[in-house]
């Protein structure tokens, strides 16, 4: 099966700084995959490089085939690590935004999710609380029927009720001929949803593998992998 996310050479250099060096790696539609590693480790550049919001340095990056810009946008549904949504919007006024923007976002399916979660589409984005905001912003990302779904940090800085409904909604909404990458340091809460990970540190990938691999040839959870691997 062709990749829908690969890597080759690929490094990213901010300055004197370099984020990501000779990353290779390969995701095929499908997978549910953790991007796993220490907080400045490069997880947030590789996604970024991945939307088409950095350029590389060295190698390339592709996505279905082609490298990062216009038509690939079409592809990806990115979900930042920061607050993206404009305050004074509400949730309607966002719906009507990214079925403006993006020609495979299915409204009824957001207004569905909305329902289900008792959230006022006229309620602005400034009247919600942390929790919920979340929850839109996932809500909006994963409306959109994309072949690869980036999420940074989704689950971060949320209770753990909002991050069962969070999971949940990522299993149960995206296209399942797409990958899912999931960046997060809260590798517990993900585990049970992960087809594989990619664990990063330094900007290199350490380690490419399925979660059932590592579990049968470490003997212990992908958590514990982890808490070993990068123990202080």
Known sequence: MAAILECTGLGKRYGAVQALEN?????????????LGPNGSGK???????????????GELR????APGPKTRALVSYLPDKAFLAEWMSARQLM???GDFYADFDR???QDMLGRLGIDETMRIRQMSK???????????????AKLYLLDEPIGGVDPATRDYILDTIIRN?????????STHLIADVE????????????HVVLQSSVDDIRTKYGRSVDGYFREVFRC
Do not use: C, H, W
Not at 23 to 35: D, K, M, Q, T, Y
Not at 44 to 58: F, H, Q, R, V
């Open 23 to 35: 990353v290779n790696l390969s995701i095929e539609p499908g997978r549910v995959v953790g991007l």
């Open 108 to 110: 009824a399916k957001a």
């Open 44 to 58: 947030t550049t590789l996604l970024k490089l991945a939307n088409g919001l950095l350029t590389p340095n060295e």
């Open 96 to 98: 009507d935004f990214f």
């Open 131 to 145: 929790g919920t905001r979340e929850k839109v912003q996932l809500i909006l990302v994963m409306s959109r029927a």
């Open 63 to 66: 996505i279905a085939g082609q």
């Open 174 to 182: 995206y296209n399942p001929e797409a990958a899912v990458v999931i």
């Open 192 to 203: 049970p949803v992960l087809d594989e990970v990619v664990l990063i540190n330094g900007g």
